[in-house]
């Protein structure tokens, strides 16, 4: 079976633009969560969703939204990018109450 | 953002030496899952636990989860070259049947291989 894919790979943005990330969990896999690991540092909840639903938010402003389709993919939206926003976005999908497995990640850069 | 506190920090060790490690948390958790990280990648999954006491094994690896619910170890004998990367613990706690999990990750572990 495949793994977790997340799109793209890299990206680079300027500060105050938009970005969104891509994520299509484990087939079976019902609930995604959004990871963000700032370089040198374990990574830092973002969101969990589950059959769509939003099941926990972390610490991050309003700027960071998400969102998860139908076929249990999801989008990751940051808007008004700030320098601090580089980091790698990675994107773990589980079974319900299941360990949780992550894919290789975004890399954002923001100049 | 929370973290675990991980030790140690970082080990440079021979080709075929043990090597142990270890996370705590002033919170309770119901499950610990051990990663291991290489540059530029996402975390891949190791051991999983989810129970107090329980005592885990993956090929070289052994993992174990605190009686107390508030740590976990982990161990890899006979290292090689390719365990070279970071080790990261996460705690999970689950909530609403399951339907509710989020990680807490530790701090990492740099592992180094000599050769």
């Known amino acids: 079976d495949a793994g977790v894919t997340q799109s793209p790979t890299h990206l680079i943005k300027t500060r105050g633009q938009q970005v969104t990330l891509r994520c299509s969990p484990i087939?079976?896999?019902?609930?995604v969560s959004w990871y963000q690991q700032v370089l040198g540092q374990g990574p830092q909840f973002i969101f969990q969703?589950?059959?769509?639903?939003?099941?926990g938010r972390g610490n991050f402003p309003d700027r960071f939204s998400a969102r998860q389709f139908p076929n249990y993919s999801s989008e990751l939206n940051v808007n008004a990018l700030l320098l601090g926003d580089s980091a790698l976005y990675l994107c773990?999908?589980?079974?319900?109450?299941?360990?949780?497995?992550f894919g290789p990640g975004t890399r954002l850069t923001v100049t | 953002g929370q973290q675990l506190n991980q030790s140690p920090q970082s080990m440079f060790i021979q080709e075929g030496e043990d090597v142990s490690m270890n996370c705590t948390s002033s919170?309770?958790?119901?499950?610990w899952l051990w990663y291991k990280q290489d540059p530029g990648e996402g975390p891949v999954l190791l051991i999983a636990l989810y129970k107090a006491g329980e005592l885990t094994s993956n090929g070289r690896l052994t993992a174990q989860f605190g009686i107390t619910r508030k740590d976990s170890f982990l161990n890899i004998s006979a290292s090689i070259p390719s365990d070279v990367g970071i080790y990261f613990c996460?705690?999970?706690?689950?909530?609403?049947?399951?339907?509710?999990?989020?990680?807490?990750f530790g701090t990492g572990t740099l592992l180094a291989v000599q050769p």
């Open positions: 996460a705690g999970q706690t689950s909530l609403d049947g399951g339907a509710t999990n989020k990680l807490i």
């Open positions: 919170s309770i958790f119901n499950t």
């Open positions: 087939s079976g896999h019902k609930s």
């Open positions: 773990a999908s589980s079974r319900r109450s299941y360990e949780q497995y």
């Open positions: 969703y589950y059959e769509k639903e939003e099941r």
